[in-house]
């Protein structure tokens, strides 16, 4: 059955409200989402909730201990929730006896060095089964397909994308990923995948895109830092974050798989991150801080991006 058009009360609405909320994802069906909660009065610590769009109400999905769980995502046929938690690894390697010289060579973003593992959440219920066992992070993770991910995971000072089976443990690296590689997203069920490259100083990054065995590094004459590449479901367009022309800000933009038509679709002035598109290409997620701390908003999705004459901005890696 096809996604229903995705519910919107008014474009640009907050979703979220309470405590602060992040990574919003939508469900198949494009009528619920799936985010993370922290610093509510039930509880400090990061939970998975879902929200009905049409009738607003949430439904708390998660109840475990640890400090951190982050990128959840709906299963193909939305029985299930994909997501990274640190619960097992708090529990096998406590924080005190936890040895930090382990990371000491890795010197990026300071959200790889959390210990986390994937799992997945059967709905409904509370069935939790554990997908990863490595120590140190791994995370972000989203389906290829029914059947396989694709995740970001860093062990001591490497960070890199890696492929896995739901079933199985062994997993390896994404080919035409380079170092420093991370966020994936796949479209049209793995045969486009798109994700960032930090530069060495991990202060600005690249946005790559497979397509086939082809790779393109798409954008670089933007010095930037790009992050949370999400396709759309036709995998004709990605969305990402990017702190541009303001270093200070990040805001949400658009472009087309050969990277033309580049598009700002907010302009916040704040940090508007983690895009989402609805099944049905007419509305998308983002979390920003505009109203003070974290919540989820909504939007319409333009029909068309901003398409002027431009030189081509492809360039192909060796």
Request: with cysteine; charged share 25%.
């Amino acid at each position: 059955m096809a996604a229903a058009p995705t519910p919107i009360k008014a474009d640009g609405q907050a979703l979220t409200s309470v405590g602060e909320n992040f990574d919003g994802s939508f469900a198949p069906d494009g009528q619920r989402i799936v985010f993370v909660s922290t610093n509510r009065k039930q509880h400090k610590q990061g939970q998975i909730y879902e929200l009905d769009l049409k009738s607003h109400k949430e439904k708390r999905v998660t109840y475990q201990g640890s400090v951190v769980a982050h990128s959840p995502q709906y299963s193909p046929k939305g029985d299930a929730i994909l997501y990274a938690s640190g619960t097992d690894e708090l529990k096998e390697i406590s924080p005190l006896l936890y040895d930090k010289k382990v990371d000491a060579d890795f010197t990026g973003p300071a959200d790889y060095l959390e210990r986390t593992e994937l799992y997945l959440h059967h709905l409904p219920g509370l069935q939790m089964e554990r997908l990863s066992n490595h120590p140190g992070f791994d995370g972000e993770a989203r389906f290829l397909n029914h059947s396989e991910l694709i995740f970001t995971r860093r062990d001591k000072g490497n960070l890199g994308v890696f492929e896995k089976s739901i079933k199985s443990n062994s997993a390896h690296p994404l080919k035409g990923a380079g170092p420093r590689s991370a966020e994936a997203s796949a479209a049209l069920e793995g045969k486009r995948i798109a994700w960032i490259e930090f530069s060495p100083d991990f202060k600005t990054s690249s946005l790559k895109i497979k397509d086939g065995h082809n790779v393109v590094s798409i954008l670089d004459d933007v010095k930037a830092l790009k992050k949370n590449p999400a396709w759309s479901p036709d995998g004709e367009i990605v969305l990402f974050s990017m702190n541009h022309p303001d270093a200070k800000a990040f805001e949400i933009y658009a472009v087309k798989k050969d990277g033309r038509c580049l598009t700002a679709l907010t302009e916040e002035g704040g940090i508007s991150e983690q895009p989402e598109v609805s099944p049905t290409q007419d509305a998308f997620l983002f979390t920003s801080n505009q109203s003070g701390n974290r919540q989820i908003y909504i939007k319409s999705f333009p029909k068309t991006l901003n398409c002027p004459p431009a030189a081509e901005l492809i360039e192909k890696t060796p």
